[in-house]
């Protein structure tokens, strides 16, 4: 039993986790995560996606934020902001997103990897400020509502120099090449993590230790990627991808 209830309670915290079932429009740390039903013009300049959310992404929020309360799952499910359709939309080509928030927001390059969210979308409000990757700022919310909506310029391919061109800058395409025999299966994404290592992982709010004991293979909106079973310091376990861990500093 307790293992059923750690594995919904890091769900309903990291649903990043279960991304390779479904597609969802991040509400911040503390909050279920709504599907996503309907996307439209996904990597143009009118793309759109709206999102409601499901019993099950309320069943397990309630299992970590009120556990034991027989009524949290109903009280949740019947409040306004449960029923509501939440909506995100952006112009992939200007790097121009309005997220679930309403407000508009301004692509600001990337953020560097001194910290969680190395190498995600960097965005600046409409008062030229940068907005924090810390979960009170929301920062990282963004990115991934713009890794929905705008999934190719979100990550953009690397160039023949090993480098990637700036954000917001025509590519060139490379030059064609002959037809080659058929390639293998295309490698695994996110593979950062190996077993037996000691990591940070996402819980709640916070950031917890604790160690990989096993890499899976799942199948991610873009192909094949790598997600980790954890086992956490404070007993719990679950299944996480590479997005919600961090490297433990080295001693």
Known sequence: MRTRLALAALAALVPAAAAAQSEWLSLGSKHW???VTKKSGIGTENAVAEAKVTRQAIEGWCANWSPGDPNC???VLDSPEAKQTYRASANCIAGRITPVDGNTYTLAGRWDNSDI???????RDASGRIVGRDNASGGLGISQQ???LCPETAKPPRSASGTSPPVG?????PPQSPPKPASPAPALTGATFVVGEIVYARYGPAWVRGRVTKVSRVSGAKGPELAYNVTLDNGEKGLLP????RKAPSR
């Open 146 to 148: 713009w890794e929905l």
């Open 117 to 123: 969210g190395g190498g995600r979308s960097r965005w």
């Open 73 to 75: 799952v109903r009280s």
């Open 169 to 173: 800058q025509p590519r060139t395409a």
């Open 242 to 245: 590479a997005t919600m861990m």
């Open 33 to 35: 995560s709504p599907t």
